[in-house]
């Protein structure tokens, strides 16, 4: 196997973010297996966060202060959002080529490229569109749902960058052929890590249910407290839900688990340090979410072993959990369908096992060697 | 760079050539930059005369994958060569190209990974047409590969014969080998042989939809490819030629099953490209090509020629009877969105034909019946005229045009009109002239003698054919003779002509009586030369033919506008005005005032749908404020729509800076939308919020681009936050509206103003306004009225996929009294499809949604809030939703099962639909009780008496 230069390039690539940690365990991946891994991040951030303790891959930002937040609203005549100025963007620019141009051009044979560019937004693939880079196999990621893309100036983003691409991928085979309906000739489908995947599948002893996520409206965790509130009562076993995360929304949705009369079956655990072990010690985990793109949730918790009930949010959901395989779908927004599924499941320890060893080997794909195959494969396919 | 070749490339690409020297490094290069490095060139040069080998070696040596290859002698095809190349090639899969033509960059790669992926014989893609004048890109039959798919054998879409290109595709060539198949080298059309034998024989293939094959357009004339010789008889004897052989290979690969949809492809594009043609084609011509066309079109399946438009096939008959010139006068606006109507028609029993001659045998009865273009059924705006420019004549600064309009149907006599030529599109006027119209009689030579024998009265002039004259006045208006003719004059030196209208613009003929109207193209008569008026109006305006319908008139400005008047300065103002008036500046400009400038208690400003009407709640609350003759003084926001207000109201236009002033200081603020979020409210004004409709979809905090966009839903709450009382019609609005909009002030259960003229719909007031609602749609007596009004959907607003009615399908189910009124959402539109003007009418523009409802009978609509106010009415409420599940899912989200509370029947079908209209009384008498739950459900406070409860909650102070 052939070692080669990859570039990772996003606006943003040091916050906290679901993307963000998937960049940096791709780098990581693709750097032990001998590529030379370059992660480029076009803003410095203001809240850096470590994704990876000891990185194998270069890493490097193309301005020096991060990204210009919206300056304050206090007067009517101060300027919404100071801009960087032209020679400042140019020297980033520059930066990049530079990043990029010592490469050895012609490395490895016939029709391989000088390099692998990762552009992991339609913003940052914008952002380069002006640079001439012909040595440089790009490829532009898309970490959104095919709905999201459409709802912000992403679609279009995506149409006019992506489109001249040498691949465009998405997170599913359902959103890679909605936009391939817009006639991109170059759409395929890219499956993001899951770095959680213990030796061990879960026991499934505990009679607990897991929902991790912030605390927002969207995640619909008021939907999930009364669904668990009409279907506890309807099972033998004390049954208890914990609730991971934290948010705006807390104080609201611990004082409507007061009112459920299962006040103290219902814990909210706030953030916790390590996410695999509270999947390790609970028998089912849900997203309860109207919208989701994907569900990094259901993927961990598969891949650790649980059975789901998840929201039928979008094809992202679908892919991860097929009803009546490795988990129950419910209704969005329906807390009937969604208390019928739990109490299913809570009542049927055998149900439980079967599903939770289905998910655990749908996630086979999903791990990280087999992700990382499917990149350098796909790097095959770019030097043909 | 150089690229060594490789032992086996993945793909063969076949370009062929023919003294096209120039472009062929072009064709090459886009090959060589495709994203697929591994595959092979094969330039195959059809016996040049000119400089192409030396560019070809030049090819050679600059990238290791071209070869080259010659042929002895030139074949005068494209079979030879690309046979040729075939048998030179070493790869798995081929394609070819033109050298006129180019690969978009990732056609091998795509192509090469579809064909691997799926194992068909071969895969195809869409073909983009770039005009290289104007760089301007269309795509060639885009149904066709509308969807991504695999195709088991053409039978399974027969449709897909009209692919007859050989070069949008990748050939596995293992297929091509075990099937023989070659192209015929001694005919022109060759990929028509070629393409019909592949799908006869292929039992799998695949299609994309994106574009592999760009089809460059060249400029000039002289540079045109075999294809575009189409004035030559030779080039219509290859293409029958090429029809014949194809039915051989249709016999050889026992699939004579499919000769009806191969004889349609050939009668809809082969023959129609010609048809197309005819206007520019004297009457000898069109014989001469009759005598090659005709017999073998007499060859063909009649089922087939049966599926042609009518259009098409009046234009055949006429040309199979060798009537040239009214063949010519019929084609003129095949494949354009109008139906252009004869002349004159002659009328048989209940029949309506073509043309002054009645038709001579069965055949001509069925092909030159034009009965179903109902022309004397049409209302004004449906009237389906024919508006010719016979004469122009140019000046230096001066155009004169004379028109002649014909009326077949006599929509237009008894009529008052007025006239203007109109440019600009449908939406946008450039400029407007008025044309002086009036009937005339047209005489030919023989009537002429028949009256006064030649040489008598002297004036007449024995060689001109025709003659017109204006018929005798008897009092009154003239009386109608079915054809007007008419003159204007456009003054260069006045023309208003905007600097960013660059595209030609369409010339268009529009006949206003009131308010009503008619708009629809002006033609040039066949043979008319527009040459002559080239340069008319010294480098100002040019008319020509319009590109692709040769006989629209188009007008385009060449060069600067005439001359540049210096403004004066309350121009100047106005313009600087317009310039700063942006969303920020109005905000500051609001603040400002509100900081210095007392509220005034008195002033209300209203606003209904972002300002494009007077209509809605707020006008309904207006309207009972006025009744009590309160001090209040009212000013509405307008959105540059000042002629849909009554003129007793106060105006203000919209986003402007007197707007912003008068929102600062107005007490009250009445509005159904949400007012502009630039403006932050300052504490002393009241602002009532009225909404606009009952909820079926999700709204406000609940709308996906709201939970998904956290920066959108912060702007939406500071809105919201905005309003200090808000009408709830219904328990219902108060879960999923009020709710979910985040929304904690007062709320008014009041019921909703608007719908108080619904519920009163028996007082006379209301049936005066559905009468006047009738007669401004010419809607004949005994006729019954459907209100078709769906909502738009997100994320395709303006396209006009709203309106999922199948308008055509339905015109022959319906039983024969309906008429339907569209009413599009102000989100999308809507027009009339040809020649359906006699059952259809836009309503779409009409000011007053309600005095529509008023006037129908029934309501078909999706999932428009217009279904709560309906039911005030208690009329029959039907719903097409042909898309239910998108729109629940895909789309946005609904709140409640439809199915489960509609007060009428889900239909999905035109068939369906006419047949619940044909059984209303039954579907009524079915859905009573679930008509009333619905009622008690949403409509429960509309009692007739909502505007008043409405006003004493809001306006406390306000004696009742």
Known sequence: MRSRDVFFLSTDGDSMGGSQRVIHTLAQGLGSRGHRVTLISINPSRQPQTYVAD??????????????????????????????????????????????????????GHGGHGGYMVIASPWAAHWIADLPMPHIAKIGQYHQSYTEAVD?????????????????????????????????????????PVSVFPEEAAPLRNPRIVSAGRLVRVKRIDLLIDAFAAAAPAVAEPWELHVIGDGPLRAALEAQAAQTGLGDRIVFRGQVENVEAEYLDASIVTLSSDFEGWGLVLAEGAACGLPAVACDASAGVRTLVEDGD??????????????????????????????????????????????LERWEALFDELDR | MTTQPYTVPDVSVIVITYNDAARLPRAVRSVLGQTLKNLEVIIVDDCSGDDTPAVAKALTEEDGRVRYLRLPANSGGCGAPRNTGMDASRSPFLMFLDSDDELPRHACKSLLLEAEATGADFVMGTVERVDEATGAVTLWYPQLFAERRVVDGIRAEPELLFNCLATNKLYRRTFLDVTGIRFPEDIHHEDIVWSTELFCRSKLFAVVPWPVYRWLLAATPATRSISSRRHELENVRQRVAAAVL????????HSLDLKEDKDFRFLSHDLRLYLGDLPQRDPAWISDFADIVIPYVDTLEPAAIERLTRAERVCLQLVRERRGAEAALAAVELGGRHSVPPRAVTADGDRVFWGTVPPQDERARSELDVTELRLAEQPLSGALLRHELIDLQASRDRIRLRLRTYDPGRVLDGRTLTAWLRVGGRKRTITSIPVQMAPVVIESLEEREKKSPRGLEGQWEPEEPERTRIPRMTGGPPEGTGILEGTVTISLPELEWPDNAVRPQAVMISLQEGERGNLRPLLAVPGFSFTSVGTVGSGRLVLEASADLPFRLMARRLGPAAKRRF??????????????????????????????????????????????????????????????????RAVWSHADVPERFPEDVGLVRRDTFRYAWTLARAGHWVDSHNLPYCYRKRGSTRYLQTWHGQVLKKMGLDEPRHRTQPALARKYAEAVARWDALL????????????????RGELIHAGYPRTDVLVRHMEPAQRERARQVREFFEIPAGKRVILYAPTYRDNRRFSGDSIRLDLPALAGALPPDWVILVRAHPYDRFTVPDPLGWLVRDASAFPEVNDLMLASDVLVTDYSSIMFDYACLGRPILYYVDDYERYASAQRGICFDLAEVAPGPLLREPGELAEALERLTEITERYRRRYAEFRDRWCGLDDGQASGRVVDAFFPEVMR
Request: glycine share 8%; net charge positive.
């Open chain 2, 728 to 743: 709830t019609p219904g328990p219902d609005f108060l879960r999923d509206f009020a709710e979910a909009s985040g929304f």
């Open chain 2, 567 to 632: 403004p004066s300065v309350p121009e100047l103002w106005r313009g600087l005005l317009a310039d700063l008036a942006t969303p920020r500046n109005l905000g500051r400009f609001y603040r400002l005032v509100s900081m210095t400038v007392p509220v005034s208690r008195n002033l209300v400003l209203f606003e209904s749908a972002e300002g494009t009407g007077y209509t809605g709640n707020p006008r309904y609350v207006h309207e009972e404020l006025q009744r009590r003759a309160t001090g209040l």
């Open chain 1, 55 to 108: 990185p194998v891959y270069r890493h490097a930002t193309l301005y020096d202060t991060p990204a210009p937040e919206p300056a304050a609203r206090s007067l009517p005549w101060r300027r919404g959002r100071q801009r960087r100025s032209p020679e400042e963007v140019a020297a980033a620019k520059r930066k990049l080529l530079r990043l990029t141009d010592r490469i050895d051009v012609g490395h490895g």
């Open chain 2, 246 to 253: 194809s039915d051989r290979a249709l016999a050889n690969t």
């Open chain 1, 152 to 192: 912000s100036p992403n679609l279009k983003l995506i149409k006019k960058h992506y489109a001249h691409l040498d691949k465009a991928l998405f997170l599913c085979d359902d959103y890679a052929a909605s936009f391939t309906a817009h006639r991109l000739a170059n759409c395929g489908t890219m499956l993001n």
């Open chain 1, 326 to 371: 490795n988990g129950i779908l419910a209704e969005p927004g329906d807390t009937g369908s969604f208390a019928a599924a739990l109490e299913r499941l809570m009542s049927d320890a055998e149900l439980r096992r079967r599903m939770g060893a289905r998910g655990r080997e749908r996630m086979r794909r999903y791990r990280l060697p087999r992700v």
